[in-house]
């Protein structure tokens, strides 16, 4: 049976934006703003499916100290679901999980959120029109639209170091912290540099008794310019609507229409962002030797902006160091590096990321005529829009491919998104169609316009980092959010295909 007769065949009848039966993975920031905004325009039948015991996510699992957000609090909300009561410029982890929590019950949506429900795979049956999701303890679950928002940071990496499981004390990611061991007094050893741990180094660095950072490479790093709000500013986002609206804006307007222009190579905005990063690290770093050593090789920006007050001056302090030869070996007693020197510690503590390449894919998801996503995204996961991917029926993903960001906020990003899914789905409620695909054609156009833009950017300067998959820009949005904006919602609906019962318009 070829597609189009496999996807017509579902019986005819008149369905309802209530109708449709839909099925969300991951209940972080994109699951929870996905259910809130389709309930909203009347997608009422919503189900979240949930891997672990509660919500949140990324800022769930990452309780490291120190965790916080690198945009700015005030942007790093929905529209719909603002909140009056950060304490600071940039919000910490447990705020910003309370605020999502607050979110969810003032939303109602307790009882849409089940718990303990691990998808491990999904697959579309044509004949039936609808998702078979499996998970984990053995359930089946059946869905006519399927929304994967499990994120692109949810599957922390540990190198790949000889003797990795040898070591004798406690070791573990920041994305799995163990409150349970002491590290006031210890000798820690943090293996990596990068976004979180420029976070969670000032905060180790002030209770142990040696703090050993091991760098592979230096990164960008630039002011965050982070500060408390006062009782007054408080007082009037709480009770002044306005007033909390002209900070967002004003934080909006400087990130995406001055910070933005700083990822474009060879502009005067990136020549200017390079600067700053050279001023603060002469201000904060003293020592030549030690700047040097700090200092990148790479563009500004080719791999991820740091955004800290408080990381460099930590290597001042003689309880702290820096080693930058390379590891060769994980022993019982610390870290071996390329110098033959045995690094000894208590503590292991790993700040290596996420593994970006995988997450997308971790659930085996088939779709039409037997498409793996998996298989079709092996050389560099490519979408629409970061929203959709044909052969896919009724299937769509929040934070996708190359909706990432340099500058500003992917809570922005997923409510454009999230306004291009209710779109395509009323088109398809419209036409009393079964299934709603994106054209593969469409999609093709736009990846080659995609990257044809992204040439221009900073994360295709050549560096290695996880922005990149197969040769490509994967990870990011190369304009601004505004264009972002503008771009889903100009999106034809003739870009997709709507079929059901009587309805064929081709799957060009």
Not at 5 to 17: C, G, I, K, N
Not at 86 to 113: C, K, M, V
Not at 275 to 295: F, I, N, Y
Not at 454 to 471: D, F, R
Request: hydrophobic share 45%; net charge positive; charged share 20%.
């Amino acid at each position: 049976m070829d597609q189009v007769s496999a996807m017509m065949s579902a019986p005819p009848h008149r369905r309802e934006r209530g109708d449709w039966r839909i099925g969300i993975i991951g209940a972080g920031f994109g699951g929870v703003g996905a259910a809130i905004s389709l309930r909203q325009a009347g997608f009422t039948d919503v189900t979240i499916l949930e891997a672990a015991d509660a919500p949140g996510g990324t800022w769930r699992d990452n309780r490291y100290w120190g965790a916080a957000c690198d945009v700015p609090a005030h942007l790093y909300s929905f529209s719909f679901a603002p909140n009056p009561d950060w304490s600071a410029t940039f919000a910490p982890q447990r705020e910003i999980l309370a605020h999502l929590q607050r979110t969810i019950r003032d939303f109602g949506l307790g009882a849409r959120i089940h718990y303990g429900c691990k998808v491990t795979a999904a697959g579309w049956d044509a004949a039936r029109a609808r998702w078979r999701v499996e998970l984990a303890h053995g359930e089946v679950r059946e869905f006519d639209v399927l929304i994967s928002a499990i994120g692109q940071l949810s599957r922390p990496r540990r190198p790949d170091i000889p003797g990795l499981s040898s070591f004798a004390g406690a070791a573990f990611h920041t994305a799995q912290w163990d409150e349970s061991v002491p590290l006031a007094g210890k000798r820690i050893a943090l293996i990596g540099s990068a976004a979180s741990a420029v976070q969670v180094a000032p905060e180790l660095a002030a209770q142990a008794a040696q703090l050993t950072v091991f760098q592979r490479t230096p990164n960008w790093i630039v002011p965050r310019f982070n500060r408390p709000h006062s009782a007054l500013e408080r007082f009037l986002f709480r009770h002044v609507p306005g007033a909390r609206l002209a900070m967002r804006a004003a934080i909006y307007g400087i990130v995406d229409f001055a910070v933005y222009r700083g990822f474009r190579r060879d502009t005067p905005a990136h020549r200017l962002m390079t600067a700053l990063a050279g001023w603060q690290r002469r201000r904060q770093v003293a020592d030549p030797a030690l700047r040097a050593k700090l200092t990148p090789d790479y563009p500004f920006g080719c791999k991820r902006m740091l955004l800290t007050d408080d990381y460099l001056p930590i290597f001042s302090r003689p309880t702290v160091a820096l080693v930058t030869e390379a590891i060769t070996a994980i022993e019982p007693r610390g870290v071996r590096t390329a110098d033959g020197v045995l690094h000894e510690a208590d503590v292991l503590i790993y700040a290596t990321g996420f593994d970006l390449s995988e997450a997308l894919t971790a659930i085996d998801i088939i779709g039409a005529e037997g498409h793996q996503l998996r298989a079709d995204w092996a050389e560099g996961a490519q979408g629409y829009l970061g929203t959709a991917v044909p052969h896919y029926p009724n299937f769509f993903t929040i934070y996708g491919p190359n909706t990432g960001l340099g500058h500003s906020s992917i809570l922005f990003m997923m409510e454009c998104q999230f306004e291009l899914i209710r779109r395509v789905l009323t088109e398809a409620t419209a036409r009393n169609a079964d299934q709603v695909m994106v054209r593969p054609s469409a999609t093709a156009q736009f990846n080659e316009a995609l990257q044809r833009d992204l040439a221009s950017m900073v994360w295709s300067a050549g560096c290695q980092s996880w922005y990149t998959q197969g040769g490509k820009v994967t990870a990011n949005w190369p304009g601004s959010t505004t264009a972002f904006a503008r771009a889903t919602k100009r999106a034809p609906l003739a870009d997709f295909i709507y079929l059901g019962h009587e309805i064929n318009n081709g799957l060009g």
